[in-house]
């Protein structure tokens, strides 16, 4: 089971990066999809989610209406469009994925509020630096 991310980079503010996390070995469409990032010196926080069949999606306050995410399950593959970079994104981007019903409905209900603990795998993580 591998779940690779890529995407990261630096850009100004106002830019745009797509973050992607590519599953193999499983089958994400049976999975909830959860974004995290981690400012230096904070804590982790919620980002976003998606669930697994792909066409219900939550966001945390601080990104919605800049941040979308989505999965193509064909692709074996979730993306997280980043646009309208402000310096206060840059940090370290997770993905992470779980699967059942439980995480289902937490991903519905409580969106990017989802604790990390609930998800089972984890990406590697990639930077984004926001600056001028």
């Known amino acids: 089971l591998q779940f690779v991310e890529s995407g990261g980079g630096s850009v100004q503010p106002g830019g745009s990066l797509r973050l992607s996390c590519a599953a193999s070995?499983?089958?994400?469409?049976?999975?909830?999809v959860g974004w995290f990032r981690q400012a230096p010196g904070k804590d982790r926080e919620g980002v976003s989610c998606?669930?697994?069949?792909?066409?219900?999606?939550k966001y945390a306050d601080s990104v919605k209406g800049r941040f979308t995410v989505s999965k193509d399950n064909a692709k074996n593959t979730a993306y997280l469009q980043m646009n309208d970079l402000k310096p206060e994104d840059t940090g370290i981007y997770y993905c992470?994925?779980?699967?059942?019903?439980?995480?289902?409905?937490?991903?519905?209900?409580?969106?990017?509020?989802?604790?990390?603990?609930?998800?089972?795998?984890w990406g590697q993580g990639s930077q984004v630096n926001v600056s001028t």
């Open positions: 992470a994925i779980g699967t059942g019903a439980v995480i289902q409905g937490m991903c519905l209900e409580m969106g990017a509020a989802v604790p990390a603990f609930v998800y089972e795998h």
């Open positions: 070995g499983f089958r994400l469409v049976y999975y909830v």
């Open positions: 998606i669930n697994a069949n792909g066409d219900r999606t």
